[in-house]
């Protein structure tokens, strides 16, 4: 199984969040279809990410994150700002008690490796919920004012003038957001099926909900 630890914001922080992306998508001149969007159900912050694991040895993760988790004294975030991975993944960002946030992710991710799990090598430094990406064929974009010309091999140097990719218009957009705060008081261990959700997306399974010290 594919296992992930997550933070999931509650209805209203993706109900704010979801009219402003269409506001963002109404607003922004670029071209709508530059991103696949990412089903609402699939919005989730990433706490530690575990990888292809055997069934047999979920319990026993979930045993010792159960600990981990319980132990931790609920802390508020809200979701802030946007950006984009490699020109490709579109996120949202996190801001509040940041700092709390990555902490639990630093000791989940030890857990992970007390059990010889090797995780995905990614740093949990920046907070964020992924919301779509770009669509296969649009490329980083490029330098504005610059001409569109051919390279010297073959390939698009800039674009024309004022021109920008959806994605980038869509990250300014979106750089001034700022939602509700919330209390996390629970974590969820949750399995990822690629490819099996709507739009062919991925289809996320909670295993087990984990509630904060109160």
């Known amino acids: 199984m594919r296992i992930f630890l997550a933070v999931r914001p509650p209805e209203a922080v993706l109900d704010h969040l979801d009219l402003a992306l269409a506001c963002a998508r109404r607003g922004s ?29 979920v319990p026993e993760l979930a045993e010792l994150l159960g600990s981990v988790v319980g132990s931790t004294t609920p802390y508020q975030l809200a979701l802030r700002g946007a950006g984009v991975f490699a020109h490709r993944t ?24 007390g059990l010889g799990i090797t995780d995905d090598g990614r740093a949990r430094q920046r907070a964020h919920l992924t919301i ?16 569109s010309t051919p390279g010297a091999r073959g390939g698009p140097v800039g674009r024309p003038r004022g021109e ?4 980038e218009l869509l990250v300014h957009a979106l ?6 705060a919330w209390t996390i008081d629970e974590l969820t261990l949750e399995r990822s099926e690629p490819g099996a959700g709507r739009g062919g997306g991925p289809r996320y399974t909670v295993l087990q909900r ?3 010290s109160a």
């Open 29 to 57: 001149a670029g071209p709508d279809d530059s991103v696949r969007w990412s089903a609402r159900e699939t919005w989730h912050i990433t706490t530690a990410f575990y990888g292809e694991l055997p069934d047999g040895l």
């Open 90 to 113: 579109l996120w949202v960002g996190v801001g509040g008690d940041v700092e709390r946030q990555i902490a639990v992710s630093g000791a989940a991710a030890q857990v992970g490796q």
């Open 132 to 147: 779509g990406r770009a669509r296969a064929g649009s490329g980083p974009p490029g330098r504005r004012g610059v001409r």
């Open 164 to 167: 920008e990719q959806g994605v």
């Open 175 to 180: 750089a001034v957001y700022a939602g509700p």
């Open 210 to 212: 984990f509630a904060l």
